[in-house]
């Protein structure tokens, strides 16, 4: 029941949403919601099957793409802070693959890495995750089998772990993911070609851009009227930065659910793969008006032209304003206390993000070794470690850890900044270094950490500790 709630009745105040809110307002955008098969609210149970699926992506031609429950985002799974998540997972694919469950700490025998915490599950195979979600927040789904390419072919989804408890009437909320696949004209997708060093070193975009596996769909706005936009960039390489011309951003979350306090307005937000942002925006215009939310290229250190040219990603259409634009209540001035880990002490761990070649092909690594040669590092139950991750390569990679948050650090002193915030996917700046302290509380097991620029992922940029 809770999880096939529609968005825009879900809010926290019902009849504030129904007068202010133009009816349909994300049905531009709908994720599709999977069937609960538990009647008990407090207990969401899905089937989710990954499945090739025909969709007409561009629209007049279409695109075989792979699928949970045959949508691209597959379903959004909706839950509350303290449920436990139960997903039946079907393998109908023509490829082994898996779920990983980005963002959730979970046991480390439902984080869905094959080879590591769970057989690959076969074509035909199934396997049954379950797990209790301790954490509010915008977390996603998507396989850890082959990666790039199984997620550049469409497997991701979103899932929203809702608090009760948390400030009300932040904004009117939707859950955006963000992605891109390369298709041609003709709709069929552009194999990724495994020996393409150029490409791998880039990490593989696609020149289509999907919000919510659309192409520039419309969201409708009353002007004045405040959105909370929680988003995912679910993109196998490529880094969204967002702008909307006179209006900024206020992020309030990330990865690990809302910050202490707002952020100070933006103009624009960078969102690395496999992040998350929770973002408030208040579109201000006439009836009418159609505001593009723009795509605006970042120089990941090749120049801001690979990206392809600023464009735009998705439109607010302002409707007719009826009635007045009823705002919402006051952005509260704290959103929650995070409490800071003590860097002090700490073990220190020093990696580096290495490219180098062999036989002239590219591969990437931890500390110059790649991810199939390199041992697991060992960590014990319940340590803090500060971690030194040193970029010696002149493009960024966001820097992503399995099932635990993680703090940055002040990147010079190691000292904890004033206002802590949880991630788990972190940009590690071309040619910089960062330190982030991480606690690993009670769940042994094997963990994995690497880029999420899949591609460099695939071609070794992982590394995994092993926890006991
Ligand atoms: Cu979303 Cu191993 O990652
Ligand atoms: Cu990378």
Redesign the pocket.
């Known amino acids: 029941m809770l999880l096939g709630c529609p968005l825009a009745s879900c809010g926290s105040d019902k009849a504030v949403t129904a007068i202010a809110l133009p009816v349909g307002w994300d049905d531009g955008v709908r994720l599709a919601a999977p069937v609960d098969r538990d009647s008990d609210p407090s207990v969401p149970e899905v089937n989710l099957e990954a499945r090739v699926a025909t969709l007409p992506i561009l629209g007049e031609v279409t695109t075989s793409v792979w699928t949970y429950g045959g949508t691209t985002p597959g379903p959004l799974l909706r839950a509350r802070k303290g449920d436990r998540l139960t997903v039946h997972f079907a393998n109908n694919l023509p490829e082994a693959s898996t779920v990983h469950w980005h963002g959730i700490r979970l046991p480390a025998g439902m984080d869905g890495v094959p080879g590591h915490t769970q057989p690959a599950v076969p074509p035909g195979g199934t396997f049954d995750y379950s797990f209790v979600l301790p954490d509010a927040g915008l977390f996603w789904y998507h396989p850890h089998a082959d990666s790039a390419r199984q997620v550049g072919y469409g497997l991701y989804g979103a899932i929203l772990v809702e608090d009760p408890d948390e400030p009300r009437d932040l904004g009117d909320q939707v859950v955006l993911v963000l992605s891109d696949m390369a298709i041609d004209p003709d709709g069929s997708i552009v194999e990724p070609d495994p020996d393409d060093n150029h490409q791998i070193l880039l990490?593989r975009e696609g020149d289509t851009l999907l919000v919510n596996g659309r192409v520039r769909p419309t969201l409708l706005a009353r002007s004045g009227r405040r959105q909370r936009w929680r988003i995912v960039n679910a993109a196998k390489s490529r880094f969204f930065q967002l702008a909307l011309a006179g209006h900024k951003f206020t992020r309030i979350g990330t990865d690990g659910g809302l910050l202490e306090a707002p952020d100070a307005p933006t103009e624009k937000v960078l969102i690395v793969p496999g992040e998350r942002a929770d973002l408030l925006v208040t579109p201000i215009g006439a009836a009418g008006d159609t505001l593009a939310v723009q795509f605006v290229p970042y120089d990941r250190g090749f120049g801001p032209t690979m990206e392809g040219p600023e464009r735009a990603l998705f439109y607010v259409n302002v409707v007719e304003d009826g009635e007045s634009a009823a705002g919402h209540a006051p952005l509260p001035a704290r959103l929650r206390t995070i409490a800071g880990i003590d860097p002090v002490g700490a073990t220190e761990r020093d990696i580096s993000?290495t490219v180098g070649t062999d036989n002239e092909r590219i591969v990437?690594g931890i500390n110059g070794v790649p991810a199939d040669k390199a041992p697991a590092l060992p960590a014990a139950l319940n340590q803090t470690d500060v971690w030194t991750i040193v970029n010696t390569?002149p493009?960024?990679?966001?820097f992503h850890f399995h099932g635990f948050f993680f703090q940055p650090l002040d990147p010079v002193t190691g000292a904890a900044l004033a206002s802590p915030t949880w991630r788990d996917t972190y940009n590690v700046p071309a040619m910089a270094t960062v330190k982030v302290a991480v606690h690993y509380d009670e769940r042994p097991g094997m963990w994995m950490f690497h880029?999420?620029?899949l591609d460099?992922?695939d071609a070794g940029?992982m590394g995994m500790l092993l926890l006991k």
């Not at 493009?395 to 966001?398: I, L, N, S, V």
């Open positions: 990490g993000l990437m390569v493009f960024d990679h966001p880029c999420h620029i460099h992922a940029m």
